[in-house]
């Protein structure tokens, strides 16, 4: 992790993490459908996929609202979403 007082991520550091985090939440997204899809949505470990695909959801949101912060005049338009 990198210490507080280092510099906020770069617009280009944004745009690579972002195409990475689509991607894994594009991929937990269709895993977490098939365990539903298999065991139902009462499941434990459906459950838990569920979690984790909203969790995924709100990272999205947090990091889409930090790049905006970090890159101040920067379209950032659905970097993260």
């Known amino acids: 992790m990198r210490p ?3 510099s906020p991520l770069t617009f280009d550091e944004h ?3 972002g195409q990475e985090l689509r991607a894994a939440k594009a991929r ?3 895993l977490c459908n098939v ?3 298999i065991y139902g949505p009462n499941n434990q470990a459906s ?3 569920l979690k ?3 969790s995924m959801d709100r990272l999205c949101k947090d ?3 930090q790049a905006e912060r970090d890159c101040p005049g920067i379209r950032i338009n659905g970097m993260y979403l």
């Open 4 to 6: 507080e007082t280092q």
């Open 47 to 49: 459950f838990t996929f």
């Open 52 to 54: 984790v695909a909203e």
């Open 28 to 30: 937990v997204r269709e």
């Open 15 to 17: 745009r690579e993490m």
């Open 35 to 37: 365990v539903v899809s």
């Open 63 to 65: 990091m889409q609202a």
